[in-house]
């Protein structure tokens, strides 16, 4: 099975950018849906981000859509995050997850239906 490592994380400022990767080791990256999850201090941890094997379909939280982006290149077994306009309240350690099961009717946003993690990385966001 993959395993996954998360990077790109950072302190930025309100309004600011950065772009975070999640690097799958082995071959099978491609037969997986991949997601990004978010954790903040005190709180449980939230879907963000969604993608299907060939990328051709996403699904972004509402809070999120049209600041975030969500893609993957499975030549490089990396999965992407561009996030924008960024505000206080997206500060959180940021996960990566993996999913065997195919995409087909149920949007994958329950943390559940992932079978593999990585460690995170920390996005904090100073007003």
């Known amino acids: 099975q993959v395993q996954l490592v998360e990077s790109g994380g950072g302190l930025v400022q309100a309004g600011g950018s950065l772009t975070l990767a999640c690097a799958a080791s082995?071959?099978?990256?491609?037969?997986?849906?991949m997601g990004w999850f978010r954790q903040a201090p005190g709180k449980d941890r939230e879907f963000v981000a969604c993608?299907?094997?060939?990328?051709?379909?996403?699904y972004l939280r509402d809070s999120v859509r049209g600041r975030f982006t969500i893609s993957r290149d499975n030549a490089k077994n990396t999965m992407y995050l561009q996030v924008n306009s960024l505000k206080p309240e997206d500060t959180a350690v940021y996960y990566c997850a993996a999913d065997r099961s195919p995409w087909i009717t149920m949007i994958p946003t329950r943390e559940h239906v992932y079978d593999i993690w990585g460690q995170g990385t920390q996005v904090t966001v100073s007003s």
């Open positions: 993608i299907s094997r060939s990328g051709d379909r996403t």
């Open positions: 082995g071959r099978t990256f491609s037969t997986y849906v």
